[in-house]
């Protein structure tokens, strides 16, 4: 009776100590969020002789200073831009290469898969200056296909596996179904299979999206030959150069850079849990 009130006792604590971590990491990553926010608030002369408290008077006017003088808004568009068509590109090759890695007879798939994925372990600094070279040739270097295609590029071999995982957990049923009643494999893939993305496609929107939009080596390296354009990274870096010291409109961009991650992810988290749970089980 002791040994088993011991292991009760022993239970709670581990749960105790559990939920000790979950509420020390909740608070590690919320806490530096609020702060940029109530920063954001506040003039440069509060922050500075109130740098943990609420704002007394809030300083919208932080947000159109950063948007205009900071420049962060045709940055902005620009990150814009340049990520909703890689990742448009990515979801569409991705998905196709992944149904039909998964689900067609193509030799040696496995293989070409972990060849695919072992691409993406070399450091990329190791693949810069090829691609700096190849774009440069082509005349791209300084536009915005210079970051759109290298974007696809070092984004596909990761959406293609997460697709591949995915339609291997479907029915293999459902296609062969579709096939008896005449369907060719773009049909099965656009009537079948389609409506039955929404967790990979998820998945691999907020992957690719948090990658692409906070990525400036090599934004600055392909944009670095002219000024007109500037992602959303480089914006905030240029912007903490000529602002060194003035912190509210310097988090007020911060700001503006994570708005869009936060309402993405609120608007798919749904799928997104589904994604990352969905080759728990196969079929």
Not at 32 to 44: A, D, E, G, N, Q
Request: net charge positive; hydrophobic share 55%; aromatic share 12%.
């Amino acid at each position: 009776m002791n040994t088993r009130r011991r292991l009760v006792n022993m239970d709670r604590v581990v749960e105790y100590i559990n939920r000790l971590i979950v509420i020390a990491v909740i608070v590690s990553i919320i806490y530096p969020i609020l702060f940029v926010v109530l920063t954001s608030l506040k003039t440069t002369k509060e922050f500075y002789s109130n740098v943990w408290g609420i704002p007394q008077q809030i300083a919208w006017s932080n947000y159109p200073t950063a948007w205009n003088e900071g420049r962060i808004g045709p940055a902005f568009l620009t990150s814009a831009f340049v990520v909703s068509v890689s990742i448009l590109v990515i979801l569409v090759f991705g998905a196709l290469a992944g149904y039909a890695f998964a689900r067609l007879e193509i030799p040696k798939a496995e293989l070409i898969v972990v060849l695919l994925v072992a691409t993406t372990m070399f450091p990329s600094e190791s693949v810069i200056m090829p691609i700096y070279i190849t774009l440069s040739k082509a005349g791209l270097i300084g536009t915005h296909y210079s970051l759109i295609i290298p974007y696809i590029g070092w984004s596909l071999p990761i959406t293609i596996y997460i697709f591949r995982d995915f339609f291997q957990t479907l029915p293999v049923d459902l296609i062969e179904s579709a096939r008896i009643d005449g369907s060719n494999e773009l049909g099965v893939f656009l009537r079948i299979m389609l409506p039955l993305m929404l967790p990979a496609i998820a998945t691999c929107a907020i992957f690719n999206f948090v990658n692409l939009w906070g990525e400036l080596l090599w934004a600055t390296i392909a944009l670095a030959s002219q000024s007109t354009i500037r992602t959303i990274p480089m914006g905030v870096v240029e912007f903490k150069g000529q602002f060194s010291t003035d912190w509210g409109p310097l988090s007020a961009a911060i700001c503006i850079v994570l708005l869009p991650l936060i309402i993405f992810f609120l608007f798919v988290q749904k799928y997104f849990v589904q994604g990352l749970t969905a080759g728990a089980v196969k079929a």
